[in-house]
């Protein structure tokens, strides 16, 4: 018997054209740009009601620069609330397309045992973190902001010729610290973490 020889010939393809580089961003640029853009807006929503919060102090209450920073405050606000309701939405598309469909008992439940998780866990190590002390000399500036507001409405025990002057020192106060924590110590920290996350 015979063997046939079975040759083959494989003919060169030409090499494929070239193409121009796509000019794409990274895959974590996108949501770091962001972020930056959220900590960005909301340290101008806060410095923009510390601002109100001082003007209206030194000018009066119905001063055009107080309603021109409250203004300011605000359209800061639209950025991070739009952002928001974004990544809320594609998130909840997310999960029903996964097929999550838990009954509103079930998470609840679950939303139980982890935040028991949480609070067991908290330790004094926890409360000596420089950044949780940051979040509670902030909660303690929101109290006097609370303060202010009781005893402005007349729910604290104070003279009546004084209420207004210490109701609104106390809220002022509340608000200018709490601003202040948030501009120079909370956001600027998130976005250290943020530039240095990869």
């Known amino acids: 018997m015979a063997v046939?020889?079975?040759v083959l010939e494989v003919h060169p393809q030409p090499p494929p054209p070239p193409r121009e580089p796509a000019v794409a961003l990274p895959?974590?640029?996108?949501?770091?740009l962001l972020q930056y853009l959220y900590l960005a807006s909301a340290w101008?929503?806060?410095?923009?009601?510390?601002?109100?919060?001082?003007?209206?102090?030194a000018l009066g209450d119905d001063s055009p620069v107080t309603?021109?920073?409250l203004k300011v405050s605000i359209g800061a606000?639209?950025?991070?609330?739009?952002?928001?309701?974004i990544v809320a939405l594609r998130l909840l598309?997310?999960?029903?397309?996964?097929?999550?469909?838990?009954?509103?008992?079930?998470?609840?439940?679950?939303?139980q045992i982890h935040s028991s998780k949480m609070f067991g866990a908290l330790t004094w190590k926890v409360l000596l973190n420089p950044a949780v002390l940051v979040v509670l000399v902030?909660?303690?500036?929101?109290l006097l902001l609370g303060a202010g507001v009781l005893v402005l409405g007349g729910l604290l025990p104070v003279e009546e010729s004084q209420r207004e002057k210490?109701?609104?020192?106390l809220f002022d106060t509340g608000v200018l610290g709490a601003m202040a924590m948030s501009c120079f110590v909370i956001i600027p920290s998130f976005a250290l973490k943020l530039w240095r996350s990869k």
């Open 4 to 6: 046939a020889e079975v």
């Open 27 to 32: 895959d974590l640029a996108v949501p770091k």
């Open 44 to 57: 101008v929503a806060c410095a923009g009601v510390a601002a109100a919060t001082a003007a209206r102090r």
């Open 67 to 69: 309603y021109a920073f």
């Open 77 to 85: 606000l639209a950025f991070p609330a739009l952002l928001v309701l």
């Open 93 to 111: 598309r997310a999960m029903c397309a996964a097929g999550f469909r838990l009954s509103l008992r079930t998470f609840a439940r679950e939303i």
């Open 138 to 142: 902030s909660f303690l500036f929101f």
């Open 166 to 169: 210490i109701g609104s020192a």
